[in-house]
C-alpha cells in the first residue's frame, strides 16, 4: 500500500471543550499518530446524551452544546450523540453506540474507504467497532487501558460482547505486560496482544527547581499530589486519612469526579481541610508543573492498567507512591524512584517517611521511564496497524 493507511479512530475517551483533559492520553497518542505522512486519521468520538429530563442537567447541556464536526487540535474530529441510560444502560451501549453512528461512518467510508478502525476503549468501544467493522468488511484492533477491562468484564452481559469482539478483532493491545495477562485469564488469545505503552511528552515532564516551585505554591513543608479523577477505584481518601500523620504537609488533589463532596467532608472531619487543596480539572501544562514541584506522587489505585499519571510524575522526577495494580511492577524494579504499597493508610505513611527521610535525586528518578516517548508509541502503533490491514 503506497497510499497513506486510512484509520478510524473510534473513541467514547477524547477531549472536548467542556471537558478538555478528558482522555487527553488518546488525544495525544492519535495526534502522534496523524502527524506520520503514512497515516490519515478520522476520528469518531461518540457522545452519549441521556433522554429527557436527564438532558437538562447541566452536565449533559454542555455536552449537547459540542459542534458535532470540528478541528480539534488540528484532528479531524466528529462528535455524534447516541441515547445513554445512566447507570443501567452499560449493556446496550455498543449496540446504541454503533446504530447512531452507522450512518456517518458509512457516509464517510464512501468518500474515502477507510482501511481500519482502531478502538481506543475496550468496552464499549471494541464491540461498538466490532459492529461498524462488520458492515464495512474491514479489520479493527481494540486497545485495553485498564478499567475497561477490570470493571466491564466483571458484568456478565458485558464481559461476553468484550470476548466475542476480541475474537474478531485482528489486533488487540494492551497498556502493560499485567494488563495483558488479566486479558489472557478471560479466555482472550494472547498471540493477538501486544503490549503497548503509553507515550509521553518529555519535555513538557520535567523536574523543576522543586525549592522554588513550593515557594510560589505557598508551601514551606512536604508536598504531596495525588493526579486522577476523584473516583473511589483511585482511592484518594486514603492519602487524605494519611495527612493526619504529616502535619506540615499539603496534599494537593488534581481532577474531579463524583467524590469530591465526600473527601471534602472526610477532611474537614479529620481536621486536615486548611492543607489540601481541591484543584479540579488541571490543564496538562500546570499539571506537570505541580508535578514537578510535589515531593511525593501519591495514587494507590485498586486498579490500573498502567497510569500515565504515574509515568508523568516519575519523568517530572517526582517519586511515587503507588499500589501493586496493573503495570505497577513494570515501572518500579526498585525503590530507587518510588515504593509500591498496600492499599492502606499505614503503607502510605510509611513509604513516604522513607522518601521524605532520604529523597531521591530527581534526574536518577526520571531515567526510570527514560523508554516513553509518544514518538515510540506512534511507531509502535502505527506498525501494528498496517501489519492488521494487511499493508504490509
Known amino acids: 500500500m503506497t497510499r497513506p493507511l486510512n484509520i478510524l479512530t473510534l473513541s467514547t475517551l477524547f477531549p472536548n471543550a467542556a471537558a478538555a483533559n478528558f482522555g487527553i492520553f488518546v488525544e495525544r497518542q492519535t495526534a502522534e499518530l496523524a502527524s506520520r505522512p503514512e497515516a490519515d486519521v478520522t476520528v469518531i468520538n461518540p457522545i452519549g446524551i441521556p433522554p429527557w429530563p436527564l438532558n437538562k442537567h447541566k452536565q449533559y447541556s454542555a455536552l449537547n452544546a459540542l459542534a458535532e464536526h470540528e478541528s480539534w487540535h488540528e484532528l479531524d474530529v466528529y ?41 481506543e476503549f475496550f468496552y464499549p ?6 459492529r461498524l467493522a462488520d458492515a ?21 452481559q458485558c464481559r461476553a460482547q468484550i470476548l466475542r469482539a476480541a475474537e474478531k478483532a485482528s489486533a488487540l ?9 488479566d486479558m489472557m485469564a478471560l ?23 522543586r525549592a522554588a516551585a513550593k515557594d510560589e505554591l505557598g508551601v514551606s513543608g512536604p508536598l504531596f499530589i495525588s493526579a486522577g479523577a476523584l473516583i473511589p477505584r483511585k482511592n484518594q481518601d486514603l492519602a487524605i486519612r494519611a495527612m493526619t500523620s504529616f502535619p506540615d504537609a499539603t496534599l494537593m488533589l488534581a ?20 492543607r489540601i487543596r481541591f484543584l479540579g480539572s488541571v490543564a496538562h501544562e ?59 493508610v499505614e503503607a502510605i505513611v510509611e513509604a513516604a517517611q522513607a522518601i521524605l527521610a ?25 506498525a501494528i496497524l498496517r501489519n492488521a490491514a494487511g499493508a504490509v
Open 358 to 382: 532520604e529523597p531521591p535525586e530527581q534526574q536518577l528518578v526520571r531515567s526510570s521511564v527514560s523508554r516513553f516517548s509518544w514518538q515510540n508509541n506512534g511507531d509502535q502503533l502505527l
Open 286 to 344: 500546570q499539571l506537570a508543573y505541580l508535578t514537578a514541584a510535589a515531593d511525593i506522587s501519591i495514587l494507590v489505585s485498586k486498579s490500573e492498567g498502567l497510569a500515565n499519571a504515574w509515568v508523568e510524575a516519575l519523568a517530572c522526577g517526582t517519586p511515587v507512591i503507588i499500589s501493586e495494580a496493573g503495570g505497577a511492577r513494570e515501572l518500579l524494579s526498585s525503590s530507587r524512584a518510588g515504593r509500591i504499597v498496600d492499599q492502606s
Open 173 to 181: 493491545l494492551a497498556v502493560s505486560e499485567a494488563l495483558k495477562s
Open 79 to 119: 462528535r455524534p450523540r447516541f441515547k445513554l441510560i445512566p447507570k443501567i444502560g452499560g449493556p446496550n451501549n455498543p449496540r446504541r453506540i454503533a446504530a447512531a453512528i452507522m450512518p456517518l461512518v458509512k457516509a464517510l467510508h464512501e468518500q474515502r474507504p477507510f482501511d481500519i478502525i482502531d478502538a
Open 187 to 209: 479466555g482472550m488469545d494472547g498471540k493477538k496482544i501486544t503490549v503497548h505503552y503509553t507515550g509521553l511528552d518529555q519535555e513538557r515532564f520535567v523536574p523543576v527547581d
Open 136 to 156: 464495512l468488511d474491514i479489520p479493527f484492533t481494540i486497545k485495553a487501558r485498564g478499567a475497561d477491562i477490570h470493571h466491564w468484564a466483571s458484568e456478565q
Open 125 to 130: 468501544d471494541g464491540p461498538a467497532a466490532m
Open 255 to 274: 481532577g474531579k469526579g463524583e467524590e469530591e463532596q465526600n473527601y471534602r467532608a472526610l477532611a474537614k472531619q479529620l481536621g486536615v481541610s486548611d
